[in-house]
């Protein structure tokens, strides 16, 4: 399925009209002023400044509701105030209480996993090569590093070990030379159907997945990712999916509904996490 393009730019407050009008002049999109998206026809997908920060959402009585990117309150404000097992993820990745390696995130998307592996204390470095998810991310690390609640601190310092790159990841790899500084860890999400049709987060994740198309090259992703990890390849797969390409993974790591591929190049050392830092620059 091809990417699907966003329509217009709509703002749900009279004075948010100025940063409206401000996406829509970056992204040479069309700016309907203050509407709700639901009251308009249906069928446009539309960029939307709220009192909550930006988001994307289908137009139409009865379409999903806004999708945006949130480190301070909902699923990830509840991970970060109130910690359990151990994530998945983290132990894909390799964190221990004396490793904690630096991550580069090759398909950003909402930045869900790039945060929890932050909240270990993983340096993350977040690439995403789609612009209007790219500003989903700008927006929410914006409003993170201005949030000033009691908690704040905290945040802070997950939010200062991630890292923004506009950037298509195939091409950063390409790039890369024998002497670059590559990362320990790197972390594939390829894109796979959502099946569950209940839960109204699943819908919006559905919307998001239309806004970024057919994820196609995984597969050549995941090969120069290889070439270019120091010490391991986690690969984000549907629990009872087939692995990515031909290599079979070292090791796996299942959750519920998903598994995690590890492909082991060398041993973590311990000690050798970077710290991260923010940047909405593109590169």
């Known amino acids: 399925m091809p990417a699907q393009q966003i329509d217009a730019v709509v703002c749900t407050g009279k004075n948010l009209?100025?940063?409206?009008?401000?996406?829509?002049?970056?992204?040479?999109?069309?700016?309907?002023g203050n509407k709700?998206?639901?009251?308009?026809?249906?069928?446009?997908?539309?960029?939307?400044v709220n009192d909550l920060g930006v988001a994307i959402q289908q137009s139409g009585n009865g379409a999903p509701g806004p999708v945006m990117v949130d480190f301070v309150g909902g699923k990830l404000g509840f991970r970060r105030r109130r910690q359990g097992?151990?994530?998945?993820?983290?132990?894909?990745?390799?964190?221990?209480?004396?490793?904690?390696?630096?991550?580069?995130d090759l398909t950003a998307g909402l930045g869900q996993d790039a945060f929890v592996l932050a909240l270990y204390g993983c340096s993350v470095t977040m690439f995403e090569r789609q612009p209007i998810i790219h500003c989903l991310l700008v927006d929410a690390l914006?409003?993170?590093?201005?949030?000033?609640?009691?908690?704040?601190?905290?945040?802070?310092t997950i939010i200062d070990r991630l890292t923004l790159r506009q950037s298509d990841s195939i091409k950063v790899l390409s790039d890369l030379d024998d002497k670059a500084d590559r990362p320990?860890?790197?972390?594939i999400d390829t894109m796979f159907p959502e099946r569950s049709k209940t839960a109204k987060i699943k819908k919006g994740m559905q919307v998001f997945q239309q806004l970024l198309g057919e994820d196609s090259d995984s597969v050549q992703l995941l090969e120069l990712a290889l070439q270019c990890a120091r010490n391991r390849v986690v690969v984000k797969?549907?629990?009872?999916?087939?692995?990515?390409?031909?290599?079979?993974?070292?090791?796996?790591?299942?959750?519920?509904?998903?598994?995690?591929?590890?492909?082991?190049?060398?041993?973590?050392?311990?000690?050798?996490?970077?710290?991260?830092?923010?940047?909405?620059?593109?590169?």
């Open 184 to 187: 320990e860890v790197i972390y």
């Open 142 to 156: 914006d409003r993170a590093r201005d949030y000033s609640g009691e908690d704040g601190e905290s945040l802070h």
């Open 36 to 48: 709700a998206p639901r009251s308009l026809p249906s069928g446009l997908w539309l960029l939307v």
């Open 237 to 283: 797969r549907p629990k009872l999916g087939e692995a990515l390409g031909l290599h079979p993974p070292n090791l796996q790591f299942s959750g519920k509904s998903i598994r995690f591929d590890v492909y082991t190049i060398k041993k973590l050392e311990r000690g050798k996490g970077k710290t991260g830092k923010t940047t909405n620059s593109g590169g």
């Open 17 to 32: 009209a100025p940063r409206g009008e401000e996406l829509a002049r970056q992204f040479s999109l069309h700016f309907l």
């Open 85 to 104: 097992p151990t994530p998945t993820i983290v132990k894909a990745a390799g964190v221990r209480s004396d490793i904690r390696p630096e991550v580069w």
